[in-house]
């Protein structure tokens, strides 16, 4: 079956980067985009970026040019989302899910910035 | 960018009843391209209709969608008591956008 397998929850001081990995399984990786969304707390759905495993391509959001990196590692069908830079305001659940649009979802990873 | 904006923000209904979610857009773009998802407290989002009319693996007919060019919308035909979650809409073109969500919620 379908899994998408996320990293688990980190805590960063503002001004640091983090990177959350997607473990894909139960079909093949380079056959689907990654989607990359994330919910603060108690907020709505942000579209993230994606990438296609396949070539390498990615597209992010306006918002996070220049501030989010996306990679995948076709060896071990695993995505990653690196964001740098952090604030308070990127406090919030990343999900990783497949395809466009996703039909499977990852559990989720919560990033807490925090001094 | 394409900005969704759904309305009511909180729909009041009982079990039975019929439910119509709006999902209106900035501007125009194909239905082919336009998707709902369902959300539950502390769930990742789950994907319910797609393009024109698909339903994902294991959605029920009681869901469907209709619209076109900016205005869209999602019906729960006879509101089950599974169905008292969080809508989202989106587009998933090459730059997607989501909805800000509407409550389905238990009167």
């Known amino acids: 079956q379908v899994q998408l397998v996320q990293s688990g929850a980190e805590v960063k001081k503002p001004g640091a980067s983090v990177k959350v990995s997607c473990k894909a399984s139960?079909?093949?990786?380079?056959?689907?985009?990654i989607y990359w969304v994330r919910q603060a707390p108690g907020q709505g759905l942000e579209w993230v970026g994606w990438?296609?495993?396949?070539?390498?391509?990615?597209n992010s959001a306006q918002k996070f040019q220049g501030r989010v990196t996306l990679t995948s590692d076709t060896s071990i069908s695993t995505a990653y989302m690196e964001m740098s830079r952090l604030t308070s305001d990127d406090t919030a659940v990343y999900y990783c899910?497949?395809?466009?649009?996703?039909?499977?979802w990852g559990q989720g990873s919560l990033v807490t910035v925090s001094s | 960018e394409i900005v969704l904006t759904q309305s009511p923000g909180t729909l009041s209904l009982s079990p039975g009843e019929r439910a119509t979610l709006s999902c209106r857009a900035s501007q125009s773009f194909g239905s082919s391209y336009l998707a709902w998802y369902q959300q539950k407290p502390g769930q990742a989002p789950r994907l319910l209709i797609y393009g024109a009319s698909i339903r994902a693996t294991g959605i029920p007919d009681r869901f469907s969608v209709s619209g076109s060019g900016t205005d869209f919308t999602l019906t729960i035909s006879r509101l089950e008591p599974e169905d008292f979650a969080v809508y989202y809409c989106q587009q998933f073109g090459w730059s997607p956008t989501f909805g800000q969500g509407t409550k389905v919620e238990i009167k």
């Open positions: 990438i296609n495993p396949s070539s390498g391509d990615t």
């Open positions: 899910a497949r395809d466009r649009p996703p039909d499977y």
């Open positions: 139960g079909y093949t990786f380079t056959a689907y985009y």
